[in-house]
């Protein structure tokens, strides 16, 4: 597609509940980011791919976190057990590849609200 | 570890007036330095980038320069309008590192008055 797209825009949730979120990349594009967005936090990173490995989960704030990427294309970042601190927008990006290409792509985000 | 330190906002000015948004880093090496915006309602748009020093990255009016002397990279705009309201983050990559993940600033909201 012509940008990152990710789904849902907005997910509301029970605490205890498990959540997937999705995110489409560019097409092409092989790095693959997770970034999440908080009141409290700013924007920090989760996770890195590189095709459909993850050579990076530096970022993922506890073993609840999980993320997965498939066919070098869609990933999904899974929370389990939700906790209320999770709420969050969650931003997925994409970069091509090659060192000199350093310009990560955003997506719209999605938005976690943890009743 | 690196780390990006930008202003506090909210900003807040009047239209045609001048902007600038500080931002200083920590990092080593040699990092590409980014400016990203995020209109109300929108997702992170890459607005400007450096990658050595001395570069001057440009868009829409905006300008900044990486000075490594001072590890700074401040945003300026001489003239804004109501439409450059917006969050405005401050952003590295160590580049030629695996991944080249971003580590962004606290973000400085940008409230442009008609």
């Known amino acids: 597609g012509a940008g990152v797209s990710q789904s849902p825009s907005n997910k509301v949730t029970e605490k205890g509940k498990d959540v997937e979120l999705r995110c489409d990349p560019i097409?092409?594009?092989?790095?693959l980011y997770w970034y999440r967005q908080s009141l409290g936090q700013g924007l920090e990173f989760l996770i890195y791919f590189q095709g459909n490995s993850a050579p990076d989960k530096s970022g993922l704030p506890s073993d609840r976190f999980s993320a997965e990427r498939t066919g070098g294309s869609v990933s999904t970042l899974t929370i389990q057990r939700t906790q209320q601190e999770d709420s969050a927008v969650y931003l997925c990006?994409?970069?091509?590849?090659?060192?000199?290409?350093?310009?990560?792509?955003f997506g719209p985000g999605t938005r976690l609200t943890v009743l | 570890g690196n780390s990006v330190t930008q202003m506090e906002g909210p900003v807040t000015l009047s239209e045609e007036a001048f902007l600038t948004i500080n931002c200083t880093y920590t990092a080593t090496g040699y990092p590409s330095l980014f400016w990203y915006v995020q209109y109300p309602g929108e997702g992170l748009q890459l607005l400007l980038k450096a990658t050595k020093a001395d570069d001057k990255g440009s868009n829409k009016g905006f300008e900044a320069t990486y000075r490594k002397e001072t590890t700074s990279f401040h945003l300026e705009k001489g003239s804004v309008q109501v439409s450059d309201s917006a969050v405005y983050f401050c952003a590295l990559t160590p580049i030629k590192a695996a991944g080249n993940k971003l580590t962004f600033g606290g973000g400085t909201r940008v409230l442009v008055k008609p």
């Open positions: 990006a994409s970069r091509p590849t090659g060192i000199s290409t350093d310009t990560q792509y």
């Open positions: 097409s092409g594009h092989t790095a």
